[in-house]
């Protein structure tokens, strides 16, 4: 290989160059990023969580003003915990998608449903093979595409990549509003 095939050899993780930062897979959603800003999320490479944590910084910074906005933070915070199970831990997150999704709940209620939400959570056996869009994705189409949209889309991606688990959790999140209306 000479000099330019490496230096234009940058996509992927061949370690041709000891000052190249080494990519990294995420473990949950399987994006693949060089490491740029760190986060910490539970099932999320830090590059990953990071990367997040950037792209919906300007949603946290307006989510107190604007309900709207709260409630597209609430979307995206529960598409990327989906798409980041961590094994053995009930799926409250594709829980709270398929209300939010399918059932035309209002991501505001997230904090009064919490306590059915955490009781009807289902453990799911397996996850998605692969995810057909992730936040390294919406970071991508950012400059296109704006922000509401790519959440919206990315949330129903998420949700439909889950089909093997959508009998589990739609029975859940009948129980939850059945409990929800009871409870009235
Ligand atoms: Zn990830």
């Given at each position: 290989?000479?000099?330019?095939?490496?230096?234009?050899?940058?996509?992927?993780?061949?370690?041709?160059?000891?000052?190249?930062?080494?990519?990294?897979?995420?473990?949950?959603?399987?994006?693949?990023?060089?490491?740029?800003?760190?986060?910490?999320?539970?099932?999320?490479?830090?590059?990953?969580?990071?990367?997040?944590?950037?792209?919906?910084?300007?949603?946290?910074?307006?989510?107190?003003?604007?309900?709207?906005?709260?409630?597209?933070?609430?979307?995206?915070?529960?598409?990327?915990?989906?798409?980041?199970?961590?094994?053995?831990?009930?799926?409250?997150?594709?829980?709270?998608?398929?209300?939010?999704?399918?059932?035309?709940?209002?991501?505001?209620?997230?904090?009064?449903?919490?306590?059915?939400?955490?009781?009807?959570?289902?453990r799911l056996p397996s996850?998605?093979?692969?995810?057909?869009?992730?936040?390294?994705?919406?970071?991508?189409?950012?400059?296109?595409?704006?922000?509401?949209?790519?959440?919206?889309?990315?949330?129903?991606?998420?949700?439909?990549?889950?089909?093997?688990a959508?009998?589990?959790?739609?029975?859940?999140?009948?129980?939850?509003?059945?409990?929800?209306?009871?409870?009235?």
């Amino acid at each position: 290989m000479t000099d330019a095939e490496t230096r234009a050899d940058t996509a992927t993780a061949d370690p041709a160059g000891p000052e190249r930062p080494e990519a990294e897979v995420c473990p949950g959603c399987g994006a693949v990023l060089v490491p740029g800003p760190v986060g910490s999320s539970p099932g999320a490479s830090a590059s990953c969580a990071g990367l997040f944590e950037v792209t919906v910084r300007g949603l946290r910074e307006e989510a107190a003003q604007d309900v709207r906005t709260a409630a597209l933070l609430q979307l995206a915070t529960d598409a990327y915990a989906a798409q980041h199970p961590v094994a053995g831990e009930p799926a409250a997150a594709a829980l709270r998608l398929c209300l939010w999704l399918e059932r035309g709940t209002d991501p505001l209620r997230a904090g009064g449903l919490a306590g059915r939400v955490d009781d009807a959570a289902p453990r799911l056996p397996s996850r998605p093979v692969r995810w057909t869009t992730t936040v390294a994705d919406l970071a991508a189409d950012l400059d296109v595409v704006d922000l509401p949209a790519l959440v919206r889309s990315w949330a129903h991606a998420v949700w439909t990549d889950g089909a093997a688990a959508h009998p589990a959790v739609r029975a859940a999140a009948d129980a939850v509003l059945t409990g929800s209306a009871a409870g009235r």
